[in-house]
């Protein structure tokens, strides 16, 4: 069923190639740049292990340079 409405939705937005899981993937990611602990995303998103979190999460170049100044 969700399944269903999701194309839909899409289809409207004349959005291509977004998967439902996508969204777990950037979420993930904006939540270590807000600051949040592996442990703490790992709990959020339903990860198992810090090694797939690890694969779901990638940070913005720009990010770290802001950290690092």
């Given at each position: 069923m969700i399944g269903?409405?999701?194309?839909?939705?899409?289809?409207r937005a004349g959005i291509r190639d977004l998967h439902f899981h996508d969204l777990r993937h950037e979420a993930a990611s904006r939540l270590v740049e807000r600051g949040l602990s592996d442990q703490e995303v790992a709990a959020?998103?339903?990860?198992?292990?810090?090694?797939?979190?690890?694969?779901y999460t990638?940070?913005?170049?720009?990010?770290?340079?802001?950290?690092?100044?």
């Open positions: 269903k409405i999701w194309q839909e939705a899409l289809v959020i998103t339903g990860h198992k292990s810090m090694q797939m979190l690890k694969r990638h940070l913005r170049a720009e990010d770290l340079v802001k950290k690092l100044d």
